[in-house]
């Protein structure tokens, strides 16, 4: 049998070589045509000019892109953060129940509380949404902090001692040392001041000096940065990096920073000669993102060695994931390397890619997906045409172009610098009449309105993001809509927000804790100590897995926890019914119920459930008494039943008593009842004689001044009888004394005659 041939170890010169190229690969997909998409979805973002505006007209531009990534960002960062764990680890055998619960708590503490979970989530689902995908990059640091530590009146071996006592080399503040005035020493066994031989108290110098102690840690830092720096082989096929051939990052770093990462042979030179990838053509993007001018006033850094501080001289470094057979046994093995433009700093086997990527919108079979800006860019491109012709127009009506009478030769017949004064109220020297006459330009602002709630239409379509979602839709108050058919449509208008949501899961979120689980269990990880739940709590990651069941809480947003909230206490209520049936102890655990409201608590947004429950684990159960003897259990049930007997005397007892008093009180209540009756028909008979009596004097008060009024007008007809009979007799008294006076007349007459 032929003997297998050894292939040649892959030496540091041809790795260099085979990084170059696939870096050069990379790069001129990463820096030509992602670079141009990326750099047109960000000026859309903040609304840069397109380049075709023209002085003297509108150059608005509508904020579309930006308005609909500020509106997504709000749902997508409450899925993930409302929730008190964005990944569970299920346990895929029994014994790891307790390892992946703290395997949950521990990560979802270093993501959002060693790290600022939060910011890292919105840094990236934001460039994912604005410029294609996101990166983001886990990884183990030691960290070195300095501290003082400041020592008063202590003598020379109290300073041994506090050196000794430091976990690393420490050493004395410069300039720190000042000796005081010192002290008698004092005899260790009697306490008293040591004399010398002239009887002399023996005085020991003090001293003040402050200590500088360094600490080192190791932490687990997740950020994220710039996908323009993200070098992906330009053909890989998924956005899951875990199989890719080549994944690069550039950082720009300072000469300071690879001291702190511990390579210690580089050269400012060396550093400063690590140019960036692409010979720098990512400079516009960095400008439109960091400038309010798109650039004007972006200051790049100069380039060499920095002649003030070496240690500020900057570079880039390469931090490289790569499939290359190093050890020449014809397996491809995944190698970490941190490198300079040509040179390899460190080159080291590693388990896993620590890079996500992602993109909002995948296309399948490509790494890099589609932007929600991409999605938008047209419609604001055409919105921002529509609203500068209404502008435009609105500044044609009201300021209309002026038509000028002109006369043979073209010389105005009006004056011209007048007419290029359009102040409000202005003069316009004519010298004939109507020789300035305006041309009317209609409004058609009205007609461009449809058209542009056209395009919001097309932009709810694309993108999700509706009207339900920025404030109360009027029509949601009309009394034909149900609140069902509300919900609804407000859930319908989420769908693409929540397709989202599952892919930034998949493809980041999950990848993220999967890695630092992956770092936590390496077997060099200090003991975690944090609080939970109410009460402070240490985990040791060496005694979990590396690789757990993730489940990713996707879909926890504000509609969908009132929808969980409701199901849960349905759940909880039907626990409740089970648990009072005879099938309680077998159905239903003091857990589950437990668990049913700690759930309620944290959709709710309360994190510490313990400040509200206890979990019955943790109770404290009272514990059972012995058992006695059985000579001693049946004197218990005879002393119990001559008990039962006493007491069932006394009970019937106090029953008779009970009863003949009950007795006793409803004759008594009874008598009152009777007596109450008579009194109260003594009452009402008394009340009816009043009543009788006051009417009968009321009719006789009537009847009297009756009889008073008839008599007062008897009288009166009585005197206008008398007052008529006396008229009439006086009447008859003149008739006939005029008669007789008549008689004597003709008596006398008769006479004379």
Same mark, same amino acid.
């Given at each position: ?570 759940? $909880?209520? @039907?626990?409740?019914?089970? &648990?009072?049936? !005879?099938?309680? %102890?077998?159905?239903?655990? +003091?857990? =589950? *119920? ?17 400040? $509200?429950? @206890?979990?019955?684990?943790? &109770?404290?159960? !009272?514990?059972? %008494?012995?058992?006695?003897? +059985?000579? =001693? *259990? ?37 008598? =009152? ?81």
């Amino acid at each position: 049998m032929a003997e297998k041939a050894v292939k040649p170890r892959l030496d540091d010169d041809r790795l260099l070589s085979m990084l170059q190229e696939l870096e050069t690969d990379s790069s001129q997909y990463t820096f030509g045509t992602l670079r141009a998409q990326r750099d047109r979805a960000v000026k859309g973002y903040f609304q840069r000019p397109y380049g075709n505006e023209e002085d003297g007209w509108s150059q608005l531009v509508t904020s579309d892109i930006q308005d609909t990534i500020e509106w997504i960002l709000p749902e997508l960062l409450d899925i993930f953060v409302s929730s008190q764990d964005a990944v569970v680890f299920d346990p895929s055998r029994e014994a790891d129940a307790d390892g992946a619960e703290q395997a949950t708590d521990a990560c979802n503490y270093v993501f959002y509380k060693q790290n600022n979970g939060m910011l890292v989530l919105y840094t990236a689902f934001k460039d994912a949404l604005m410029v294609k995908n996101s990166a983001i990059h886990w990884r183990a640091e030691t960290k070195r902090t300095k501290t003082c530590v400041p020592l008063r009146n202590v003598t020379a071996e109290e300073m041994a001692f506090a050196l000794a006592e430091g976990e690393t080399e420490d050493d004395f503040e410069k300039d720190s040392l000042q000796q005081v005035e010192p002290t008698p020493m004092l005899d260790p066994i009697t306490g008293q001041p040591m004399l010398d031989e002239l009887g002399q108290p023996v005085m020991e110098p003090r001293y003040n000096v402050k200590i500088r102690r360094v600490e080192e840690r190791k932490t687990i830092k997740v950020e994220a940065f710039e996908p323009e720096t993200l070098l992906i082989k330009r053909d890989w096929t998924s956005p899951m990096l875990d199989d890719c051939p080549y994944v690069a990052r550039i950082m720009e770093v300072s000469l300071s920073d690879l001291r702190e990462m511990g390579f210690d042979d580089v050269t400012a030179d060396e550093l400063a000669g690590s140019d960036e990838p692409g010979n720098g053509i990512e400079d516009s993007i960095r400008r439109e993102r960091t400038s309010e001018t798109g650039g004007d006033l972006f200051l790049d850094d100069e380039q060499g060695v920095n002649a003030d501080d070496e240690s500020q001289t900057k570079g880039y470094l390469r931090i490289e994931w790569v499939l290359a057979d190093k050890d020449g046994d014809g397996i491809a093995e995944r190698l970490e390397i941190y490198r300079l433009n040509d040179k390899i700093l460190s080159c080291e086997e590693c388990a896993q890619v620590p890079i996500a990527t992602g993109s909002p919108i995948l296309v399948q079979h490509r790494w890099d997906g589609m932007s929600v800006a991409e999605t938008v860019a047209d419609l604001q491109l055409l919105r921002t045409e529509l609203m500068r012709g209404v502008v435009n127009n609105a500044y044609l009506a009201n300021n209309p172009r002026k038509t000028v009478l002109t006369d043979v030769n073209g010389a105005p017949k009006a004056n011209i610098d007048d007419l290029l004064d359009s102040r409000p109220g202005g003069i316009i020297r004519q010298y004939q009449g109507d020789a300035v006459g305006m041309e009317v330009t209609p409004f058609v602002g009205n007609q461009m309105f449809s058209m542009m709630e056209y395009i919001d239409h097309m932009r709810e379509q694309r993108t999700g993001v509706s009207k339900n979602q920025q404030g109360l839709d009027p029509n949601a108050l009309r009394p034909d809509r149900t609140a069902k058919e509300v919900v609804i449509t407000a859930n319908a208008a989420k769908q693409r927000i929540k397709l989202i949501a599952r892919i930034f899961a998949e493809t980041m979120v999950k990848p993220i804790f999967k890695g630092i689980l992956k770092l936590l269990t390496e077997g060099d990880m200090e003991k975690i100590a944090f609080r939970l739940r109410g009460s402070f709590v240490e985990l040791d990651p060496n005694e979990w897995r590396d690789s757990y069941d993730m489940t990713t809480n996707v879909g926890l947003g504000t509609g969908d926890r009132e929808q969980q909230v409701s199901v849960l206490g349905a759940i $909880f209520q @039907t626990q409740m019914g089970l &648990a009072q049936s !005879p099938l309680g %102890p077998m159905l239903i655990t +003091p857990k =589950q *119920l437990y668990n049913t409201q700690a759930k309620l608590m944290d959709l709710t947004g309360f994190k510490n459930v313990n400040d $509200f429950l @206890t979990d019955p684990q943790d &109770a404290k159960l !009272p514990e059972r %008494p012995q058992e006695p003897p +059985p000579y =001693q *259990l049946k004197v218990k049930e005879m002393e119990l039943a001559a008990e039962a007997q006493k007491f069932q005397a006394e009970a019937q007892q106090e029953f008779g008593r009970t009863r003949m008093e009950d007795e006793r009180k409803q004759r008594e209540l009874k008598a =009152q009842n009777a007596i109450q009756a008579l009194n109260d028909a003594r009452d009402a008979a008394r009340a009816d004689a009043e009543l009788a009596s006051r009417e009968r004097i009321e009719l006789a008060k009537l009847q009297m001044e009756r009889e008073r009024m008839n008599h007062d007008f008897q009288m009166k007809q009585l005197d206008v009888a008398k007052a008529v009979e006396v008229a009439l007799v006086g009447s008859k008294a003149k008739i006939n004394d005029a008669a007789t006076d008549a008689s004597t007349g003709e008596i006398a007459a008769e006479v004379t005659q």
